[in-house]
């Protein structure tokens, strides 16, 4: 499995970007999907995540009304919508996957990913 995110950038305060999810060996139709981040000198905390059987979601709640996610079967895609970004969103973005349909509970935990890709970086600044 080979994931790779893009769609960051340099966006200033309260503007948007859309970071999309590449999968290959994987398929987004099943399992579980998640958005990390890691901001400098800080933990790698989760953003949001997919149950991708039923969709179910889960996100943290500093993005809660800003971020949503969603996914394109057909691209095999998986993208991370961010409104409204504020300086601390600041950070390198990862997605990760498992092929388990994970309980709701565990759509937040790192441990719960077998499959990282690498970041993309996020800047919010004026």
């Known amino acids: 499995v080979q994931l790779q995110a893009s769609g960051g950038g340099l966006v200033q305060p309260g503007g948007s970007l859309r970071l999309s999810c590449a999968a290959s060996?994987?398929?987004?139709?099943?399992?579980?999907v998640g958005w990390f981040r890691q901001a400098p000198g800080k933990e790698r905390e989760a953003v949001f995540a997919m149950r991708l059987s039923d969709r179910a979601t889960r996100y943290a709640e500093a993005v809660k009304g800003r971020f949503t996610i969603s996914r394109d079967n057909a691209q095999n895609m998986v993208f991370l919508q961010m409104n409204s970004l504020k300086p601390e969103d600041t950070a390198t973005y990862y997605c990760?996957?498992?092929?388990?349909?994970?309980?709701?509970?565990?759509?937040?935990?790192?441990?719960?990913?077998?499959?990282w890709g690498r970041g993309t970086q996020v800047t919010v600044s004026s």
């Open positions: 060996g994987f398929s987004f139709s099943g399992g579980s």
């Open positions: 990760a996957t498992s092929h388990r349909s994970w309980i709701t509970g565990a759509l937040l935990r790192a441990t719960s990913y077998d499959f």
